[in-house]
């Protein structure tokens, strides 16, 4: 499985790349249900060339996650620019790919590249996650998120992850039962901590030069209809999943950018890559990107 992967597009294309990031389990996939990104090109092997950045975690034993969401962006930067040297640069991600995206683009523009456009799929404003007050809290945010991720995989997350395989490194061979598990279950507990670690003001250190988009789902996830209810949630985490899912801009705040547009998807926050989903948000993405060169 390659971190940056081709899924779609001319690579010799005039048009700018656009570079998707993994969401909390690291994994790329989901992306290969996007249709064509370009408006009036029938084929995935024509038009604006798109890539995805899933996480190194399922290529090596030896990676080691990062700290922090700016050690995450520099290390994904430069997985980008090893691909696209030079910007102008694209951007997009869904949920925490989108957060991760925001701050490529804070760093990219510290460089003096130029950022065209970021497009998030239902991310929120990470700078707004409350900080974890228990093991217990944690826990339970893992649970749902393992889970949920677990579930659309097809795997069953009640099967212990392999946290102690000793099996070769290679990368056929951790796609199996346990090792696989064990991976994602890292990458997504790492994830919740990075997020919540977030501090209010460090997210942008220099002027967002660029076109911000928003999609956002309508549906609110189904995670929701559960939270009000969990004691082993604070009242500010219920207080933020309540209002970041459901709040037009999910609490970003436009002025900081060149643009800001929120465009509503019809579909859940787990759901929008989905088969049902996909062709929606594929008309969208075609939309957003049709002016942008």
């Known amino acids: 499985m390659e971190t940056v992967l081709h899924i779609q597009g ?45 996480s190194p975690i399922y290529n090596t034993k030896q990676y080691r996650l990062p700290s922090s969401l700016d050690e995450l962006a520099r290390q994904y930067v430069a997985l980008l620019k090893y691909q696209q040297p030079e910007g102008p640069y694209l951007l997009g991600g869904w949920s925490m790919g989108g957060m991760v995206a925001m701050k490529m683009a804070d760093v990219l523009l510290s ?102 988009v928003l999609i956002k789902c309508t549906k609110a996830p189904a995670q929701l209809s559960t939270t009000g209810s969990t004691p082993n949630l604070s009242y500010e985490r219920k207080l933020f999943q309540k209002f970041s899912f459901r709040e037009k801009n999910m609490l970003w705040d436009p002025r900081v950018f060149r643009s800001f547009r929120s465009i ?15 062709p929606e948000l594929t008309r969208i993405l075609q939309s957003v990107l049709e002016q942008t060169g």
């Open 10 to 54: 001319d690579p010799s294309s005039h048009l700018t790349p656009l570079f998707l990031v993994h969401a909390v389990s690291g994994l790329a996939l989901p992306y290969l249900r996007l249709g064509s990104v370009t408006r009036g090109e029938e084929f995935l092997d024509a038009g604006r060339p798109v890539y995805t950045i899933g």
């Open 111 to 212: 460089y003096g590249e130029e950022v065209l456009k970021v497009i998030m799929l239902d991310s929120p404003n990470p700078e707004a996650t409350p900080a974890f007050r228990s093991h217990r809290e944690f826990e339970t945010m893992l649970g749902n998120a393992y889970g949920a991720v677990a579930q659309r995989l097809g795997v069953d997350a009640t099967m212990e992850p392999d946290f102690d395989s000793s099996e070769d490194d290679d990368e056929d061979l951790f796609l199996q039962g346990g090792e696989l598990l064990s991976r994602l279950h890292h990458h997504v507990s790492n994830g919740l901590r990075i997020i919540a670690n977030v501090k209010l003001g460090t997210m942008f250190t220099c002027k967002q030069t660029y076109d911000a």
């Open 264 to 278: 509503p998807i019809h579909a859940d926050h787990d759901g929008i890559l989905d088969d049902m989903a996909a």
